[in-house]
């Protein structure tokens, strides 16, 4: 039997950033989305891929404020949030065509999460027969070129998101 959280454990690599900065927390800086991955920077939530995928595709939406969970959100970051979960899902199926998603969110080191005190859900596209390819590059510290590829491919669908609410959702 597979495990399907297998994803998750891949997280801790999450939290060996320079300088200690969030992750999740990029600044005012808009100059560097590109080099962060970040897809989409609302005011409320963020969009990015995560550098170290389970696969390719793997994205990580995190509301814009550093908070450690769910229970610190207002009720207009939370809609925000679980919509921008909802939106990465419908990019995903019509970028990428997966045949299920993992989606989720780990709290507290014990639950895996590497990120603990910011708060992100995974959304993670599953094809059959997918293997976390990933695992055995654990030390790699660069970001393979199809990463880049597929974060082109997707940015337009988040560029146009940011037209403002309404729109699609
Ligand atoms: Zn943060």
Not at 3 to 17: G, K, T
Not at 37 to 47: N, P, R
Request: aromatic share 10%.
């Amino acid at each position: 039997m597979k495990v399907i959280w297998a994803p998750w454990r891949m997280e801790y690599i999450l939290s060996d950033q320079k300088g200690g900065e969030c992750f999740f927390c990029p600044g005012e800086d808009r100059g560097e989305d590109e080099t962060r991955l970040i897809l989409y920077f609302g005011s409320l939530s963020v969009v990015l891929m995560n550098r170290f995928p389970y696969v390719n595709g793997h994205l990580l939406v995190a509301p814009v404020r550093h908070v450690p969970g769910l229970e610190f959100l207002s009720p207009d970051e939370m809609l925000d949030l679980l919509m921008m979960v909802s939106r990465s899902i419908k990019v995903l199926k019509e970028v990428m065509g997966p045949e299920g998603f993992n989606v989720g969110v780990n709290l507290g080191k014990v639950a895996g999460a590497g990120v603990e005190d910011h708060l992100h859900f995974h959304v993670v596209p599953r094809w059959n027969g997918d293997t976390n390819y990933m695992t055995v590059l654990g030390e790699v510290r660069v970001i393979p070129e199809h990463i880049m590829v597929t974060y082109r491919e997707l940015l337009p669908y988040f560029q146009d998101f940011k037209l403002g609410p309404g729109g699609d959702r």
